[in-house]
């Protein structure tokens, strides 16, 4: 039997993720033991996830119009980013054989939510990278398996 509560409206946040579906159990179980997330919030994915709402305008206007209706309906107070390696996206638009550029991932997630402060400015935003070791919160503390990953990816 499910925990999920037919009575309670809303959801805290917005999850924008990739569609590939390497990642969705990760993600699930990720959020579901995330503080204070658990079932309580709306899935958004998109071919690239933030590189899908910088690249396609149809797409990005369709998120921005999902953002509308959940913060009218689900009252929500913040948006979390979820961005891949070896995503199928990015070597499509950059035009690569692999994807293991962890900086430009962080580039891309900075660039979406920088655009997206300006439209909504008051609500709280995260960035994560999933690799194949775990999910680096880049907003929060990083766990010392992923460390390297981590320095890796500021050019440390």
Not at 63 to 75: N, S
Not at 80 to 94: E, L, Q, R
Request: glycine share 6%; proline share 3%.
């Amino acid at each position: 039997m499910s925990n999920f509560d037919f009575k309670k409206k809303g959801a805290k946040v917005l999850v924008l993720s990739c569609i590939d579906p390497r990642f969705i159990d990760k993600l699930t179980n990720y959020l579901n033991n995330y503080k204070g997330v658990q079932n309580d919030y709306d899935l958004f994915n998109l071919a690239g996830a933030e590189l899908g709402v910088l690249e396609k305008k149809p797409w990005r206007e369709t998120f921005l119009e999902h953002i509308d209706i959940a913060l009218k309906l689900h009252k929500i107070k913040k948006i979390f980013v979820f961005s891949h390696i070896d995503c199928g996206m990015y070597k499509v638009t950059y035009d690569m054989k692999e994807d293991d550029n962890h900086l430009l991932h962080k580039v891309n997630l900075d660039k979406v939510i920088e655009n997206l402060k300006k439209l909504h400015p008051k609500l709280k935003y995260k960035r994560f990278l999933m690799i194949e070791k775990g999910i680096i919160n880049l907003d929060g503390k990083v766990p010392k398996k992923l460390k390297a990953d981590y320095d890796k990816m500021m050019g440390k």
